[in-house]
């Protein structure tokens, strides 16, 4: 039974079926959390999506695949696929969290807003789509995924503790 955290940094992402296993992002700002789960073979997967578009940085997009949102859905549900679960994604749960703007309060730059509409975009074209999101806002938030149980907590160190 896993008590540590699979700890992703931004860009990362990864999936376990490992049970009692937790996968966990910290301080997501305009970044959102990409969370797939598989009820029926228990296996959760998350990216740390910083940016809506690859073009930006090729080099950067097949290094970390998870760091953009036209390569995250992908690279995710391929992960999901080496532990067993269905290659496109069909019975996943599909959440996202974060996306706010902290340092953009004035919606300049709307990278939180474009990474969502990016995420859902690409989800869509997979064929998937979120079913929950906490996104938006202008707070960050910490994001655990608990395989056992399939619970999402979210923190934020001036909103506490909630689930979606």
Sequence with gaps: MSTKPIMLGIG?????AE???????MALGSCVALIMMDPKRKAIG???VALPESSTDAVKALALPGYFADTAVAALLSR???LGC???????????VGGSSIMDVD??????????????????QAK????????GGDFSRTVEVHQESGHIVITSPTKGLWEI
Aim: proline share 2%; aromatic share 6%.
């Design 19 to 25: 049970s009692g296993a937790t996968l966990k992002t």
């Design 86 to 96: 269905d290659p496109r994604g069909q019975g996943f749960i599909v959440k996202l």
């Design 12 to 16: 990362n992402l990864d999936g376990t």
């Design 46 to 48: 998350m990216a740390h």
């Design 128 to 135: 998937l789509a979120a079913i929950a999101e906490d996104v």
């Design 80 to 82: 999901m696929a080496r």
């Design 107 to 124: 919606g300049v730059f709307n990278i939180g807003k474009r990474n969502v509409l990016a995420l859902k975009k690409h989800l869509w």
